[in-house]
Nanobody, 122 residues
Framework: QVQLAESGGGLVQPGASLRLSCATSGRTFSGYAMAWFRQAPGKEREFVASIRWSGGVTEYADSVRGRFTIPRDNTKNTLYLQMNTLKLEDAAVYFC???????????????WGRGTQVTVSS
């Protein structure tokens, strides 16, 4: 059984950095893709970034490209989201997800964590 558990959320000021973690278990993710999505109050869940576990090919939403990165640690089976220069509009619940293809579409991911809250406020 695949389990994904996010952590690392919190309250930060605009311009700050934060690193989210997604601990994984129940599967070897070689050959799979993993992603971060986020959902702000009253808005649809939106794609943030994705990575193919083997090879490290990445994709980013335009809104975060150049500020966020999505590294992973194969030895710890952990996915990260490094968020720099945070903006007010980055505030949301952040979810990690796993799926079979590198994609920005929610439907392509079949396992999800419960999310971690990121609040950006001055």
């Amino acid at each position: 059984q695949v389990q994904l558990a996010e952590s690392g959320g919190g309250l930060v000021q605009p311009g700050a950095s934060l690193r989210l973690s997604c601990a994984t278990s129940g599967r070897t993710f070689s050959g799979y893709a993993m992603a971060w999505f986020r959902q702000a109050p009253g808005k649809e869940r939106e794609f943030v970034a994705s990575i193919r576990w083997s090879g490290g090919v990445t994709e980013y939403a335009d809104s975060v490209r150049g500020r966020f990165t999505i590294p992973r640690d194969n030895t710890k089976n952990t996915l990260y989201l490094q968020m720099n220069t945070l903006k007010l509009e980055d505030a949301a619940v952040y979810f990690c997800a796993s799926g079979r293809s590198l994609s920005g579409l929610r439907v392509d991911y079949d396992n999800w964590g419960r999310g971690t809250q990121v609040t950006v406020s001055s």
